[in-house]
């Protein structure tokens, strides 16, 4: 299949092409597949080189890469040394580093002097006020503030771990996460807005230190006033108070390469969530290549991504900071005060690197909002989109509707990797639907059942060799067990990593949606993305979810759908969808039943959980409620359960 190309990449000098041209000492490439080749086979050379260009602060010695016939234990920059916030606070002067927008229109910046100077006196108080020491960890409850990156700065600057939550989490979701890691500091905020209400952070605290004991300190950090002025009934410092101190700490201190930088959580929608202990300075290279060559990110640029402080796209966020790059927050609800308010920010602050989720821009298209007419993103280069598969339509909806010039770089890898297997890259044509490129340095291939690699057909998304932003280790894991169960256990040796994927005819990447939620109909694996390209295509249709239902000897695929506002749902709208995917795609591609639902539920980073509607409509036990934004949606996909029983009782 050829999709419809939308962007022809400009001929013109990116970071791309620079350093591809400062390698002319190790070989000429013909092509950027030539060059990712190169990038495989000498990843001694490689890594060397794109700490050079990227500018990486630190001391680099002794052996890039050591390799290990075990994935896992292979190493990188064994013998070198950075601080990932010295990185970070590299530049300084009075423009502005941090740029803050509220749903509330409330506006806030931070200088680079500005930042770093508060930086210095948090990573003071820490460590010598409260005694933090190297590795103690600092967790948090906070949205997505200036005062958060200050925080976590502040930590990384001393050697200490940290780990956030975003601020809607509950209390059972924070304690299953914190519990395990022993925090010694916990910073929350006073409140926080979303879609017009304003939500108290604090009445959980109580609960949390009943269950935590490692909790020594209480950092309060206040929304929008100088002070929170709490009547609760736990003591905590004011931020207030640390911030006027005169004492700093100035000095960053060279941590091992490898240091752990913070702990991230799977979803934790099949069980207590795994910690994921990911390294300093694999997560600065990482982001530095990815946002310098596969970005095209330079000093002076605006970067925004709208994300929580909970989701791994913060994180790739803050990184940005080291490419001299500002950084653009935004708190509470994108739709909030109207649908393209994000878009008024990017004209206002002249935003040249625009990330979201694919969710985002299916809504903008849903409710064919038109930004191209409002606003004026000629600063625009670059339109990222991530959290699940975006659809051919919501392609070519941002090219028509939102900038017709802009490189549109659907990117995916994960909270795993803490960075992508596949991106963007500005020297590549845009085809609709595709992902452009696997990353460098990310050994990616498309597997089979039976470990063959395979080309324009559906498979697994592997990796087949070692990566500086590979997990250092899951907290707690004796021997590495889970570790090794997450990603090692259907190939050998190789990481598996859960996507049902395809390689294009132009060398790029179609995702089909998670492999365990793929669908089987009559021996056919079919990719749930397949079913949604279509169906979100459907004017009624604002979103999809479809997932298999087993009997004792077959399985039936059970579409839900939530309808635009001004839609029902009847047998015209019921035959209108069974057409649709026939002709798209197969009779078997038909679902055996369509339900209309309010809602579908989803984690807090905003992913659809097939797996958990899955267990549901087969009538099996749910654990871990809190790990959705939306777990009152479950009763109607537990209704549903009943009436297939019904359907389909012998």
Not at 64 to 73: A, S, V
Not at 121 to 132: A, G
Not at 183 to 209: A, C, E, M
């Amino acid at each position: 299949m050829h999709n419809l190309k939308l962007w022809n990449a400009p001929k013109k000098e990116n970071n791309l092409t620079k350093f591809t041209n400062s390698l002319k000492n190790h070989s000429t490439f013909l092509s950027y597949f030539d060059l990712h080749k190169w990038s495989i086979d000498n990843k001694n050379d490689f890594w060397k080189e794109v700490w050079k260009f990227t500018k990486i602060i630190g001391d680099l010695k002794g052996r890039i890469y050591i390799h290990n016939e075990e994935f896992i234990k292979c190493n990188f920059f064994k013998d070198s040394k950075i601080n990932y916030s010295e990185n970070c606070l590299s530049k300084q002067d009075d423009t502005d580093a941090i740029i803050f927008y509220s749903e509330n229109n409330l506006r806030r910046s931070f200088s680079w002097n500005q930042l770093r100077d508060k930086v210095f006196k948090f990573s003071y108080f820490l460590k010598n006020t409260i005694n933090i020491k190297k590795s103690d960890r600092i967790a948090a409850i906070l949205p997505n503030l200036p005062e958060t990156v200050v925080s976590f700065l502040a930590t990384s600057q001393i050697g200490a771990i940290w780990t956030s939550c975003s601020s809607d989490f509950g209390k059972k979701a924070v304690i299953d996460r914190f519990k395990q890691i022993e925090p010694k500091v916990l910073i929350v905020t006073d409140y926080y807005y979303y879609n017009k209400k304003k939500i108290d952070t604090t009445s959980i605290v109580s609960q949390i230190l009943e269950n935590i004991s490692s909790i020594e300190n209480i950092i309060v950090i206040p929304y929008e006033k100088e002070r929170a002025n709490l009547k609760v009934d736990f003591e905590y410092i004011e931020w207030s108070t640390i911030q006027k101190s005169k004492n700093k700490n100035e000095k960053f201190e060279k941590f091992e390469f490898n240091h752990p930088l913070y702990i991230l959580y799977s979803s934790g929608t099949t069980g207590i969530p795994k910690c994921i202990v990911h390294g300093a300075g694999g997560s600065l290279i990482q982001h530095k290549k990815e946002h310098q060559l596969h970005c095209n990110i330079k000093e002076n640029d605006r970067v925004f991504y709208f994300t929580t402080c909970g989701w791994m796209m913060w994180n790739w966020l803050i990184s940005a900071l080291s490419s001299k790059a500002s950084i653009v927050l935004f708190d509470g609800s994108p739709f909030r005060p109207n649908y393209e308010y994000l878009f008024e920010i990017a004209e206002k602050e002249k935003i040249t690197f625009f990330g979201t989720g694919a969710k985002y821009l299916d809504t903008l298209k849903n409710k064919k909002i038109e930004i191209i007419k409002k606003y004026n993103l000629q600063q625009l280069e670059i339109i990222a989109s991530t959290g699940s598969p975006l659809v051919n339509h919501t392609y070519e909806y941002v090219y028509k509707f939102i900038k017709n010039d802009v490189h549109l770089a659907s990117i995916s890898g994960g909270t795993d990797i803490v960075s992508c297997f596949v991106l963007g890259n500005p020297s590549m044509d845009v085809y609709s639907g595709e992902i452009q490129c696997k990353g460098l340095g990310m050994d990616v291939d498309v597997f089979d059942e039976n470990a063959n690699s395979i080309k324009n057909q559906k498979g697994e998304l592997v990796c087949k060799s070692s990566f500086p932003s590979m997990p250092l280790y899951f907290w707690n894991d004796n021997d590495n067990k889970k570790y090794f169960n997450s990603y090692f256990s259907k190939y050998e040796n190789i990481w598996y990593h859960g996507d049902y994927i395809e390689k294009t005819v132009n060398g790029g990447y179609i995702i089909h949606g998670r492999s365990d939620a793929t669908l089987n109909s009559g021996g056919v694996r079919i990719g749930t993305a397949e079913i949604y390209r279509v169906i979100e295509n459907i004017t009624e249709i604002e979103e999809a979810v479809a997932v298999e239902y087993k009997l004792q000897n077959d399985t039936k695929i059970v579409l839900f759908v939530v309808l635009n506002n001004e839609y029902e749902f009847n047998e015209n709208l019921k035959q209108k969808i069974i057409e649709e995917i026939k002709i798209n795609l197969s009779y078997k591609h038909i679902p055996s039943q369509i339900y209309a639902v309010a809602e579908i539920p989803r984690t807090r980073s905003g992913k659809i959980v097939e797996i958990l509607i899955k267990k549901l409509i087969n009538g099996n036990s749910i654990e871990n409620e809190e790990s959705l934004a939306n777990p009152e949606c479950l009763k109607e996909f537990e209704l549903v359960y009943k009436s297939l029983k019904s359907i389909y009782a012998k």
